[in-house]
T-cell receptor
Framework: DSGVTQTPKHLITATGQRVTLRCSPR?????VYWYQQSLDQGLQFLIQ???????AKGNILERFSAQQFPDLHSELNLSSLELGDSALYFC??????????????FGNGTRLTVT | DAKTTQPPSMDCAEGRAANLPCNHS???????VYWYRQIHSQGPQYIIH???NNETNEMASLIITEDRKSSTLILPHATLRDTAVYYC?????????????FGSGTRLSIRP
């Protein structure tokens, strides 16, 4: 158990809809990362938050947005969903302590199916 | 950030050591080598990381060449549960802002 919790585990929705994916990082971790993994594809970095602030952005679509709350949990919002958004969405956290070389710890992901 | 090159696939007999290579010829002095693995559709799992010295933990050993241009992850006694995609990543000692990019990895198959 990595200590990172993602909900829901599975989500099925229709095109054009909006969904919210939730991530609770490991206790004490300040950084949260979101990744997308389409079928048989690699992990695509979407966005990183550190202590409530956006710090790094990858190939995240404008239809997607995220935030990190004061209690450090994070939400990834996906809107105007398309069939191609069907994927596994992973959240990871790290402690980013004084050395900033701490590894990422991943949740088990949310499987999104858009029909 | 330095790029890494890994073979797309490898196989290994159960009980034998699995040696997974990674080339990172453009690595710079402050960049760490990390290894993760992903067992089918599960969240990636951190294995080990190092800067220049060899490292060992309960899961694996990491051997980094003296010039730091390549490394090898060693699973000493591979089991069927080690079947996974293994990712080698090079990242600098990070600031609080980091794009941590995963490549294609090596798909390791353990045969009985």
């Amino acid at each position: 158990d990595s200590g990172v919790t993602q909900t829901p585990k599975h989500l099925i929705t229709a095109t054009g809809q909006r969904v919210t994916l939730r991530c609770s990082p490991r206790s004490g971790d300040l950084s949260v990362y979101w990744y997308q993994q389409s079928l048989d594809q690699g992990l695509q970095f979407l966005i990183q938050y550190y202590n409530g602030e956006e710090r790094a952005k990858g190939n995240i679509l404008e239809r997607f947005s995220a935030q990190q709350f004061p209690d450090l949990h994070s939400e990834l919002n996906l809107s105007s969903l398309e069939l191609g958004d069907s994927a596994l969405y992973f959240c990871a956290s790290s402690s980013e302590g004084s050395s900033y070389n701490s590894p990422l710890h991943f949740g088990n992901g949310t499987r999104l199916t858009v029909t | 950030d330095a790029k890494t090159t890994q073979p797309p696939s490898m196989d290994c007999a159960e009980g034998r050591a699995a040696n997974l290579p990674c080339n990172h010829s453009t690595i710079s002095g402050n960049e760490y080598v990390y290894w993760y693995r992903q067992i089918h559709s599960q969240g990636p799992q951190y294995i080990i990381h190092g800067l220049k010295n060899n490292e060992t933990n309960e899961m694996a050993s990491l051997i980094i060449t003296e010039d730091r241009k390549s490394s090898t992850l060693i699973l000493p006694h591979a089991t069927l549960r080690d079947t996974a995609v293994y990712y080698c990543i090079v990242n600098p000692l990070r600031s609080s802002a980091s794009k941590i990019i995963f490549g294609s990895g090596t798909r390791l198959s353990i045969r009985p």
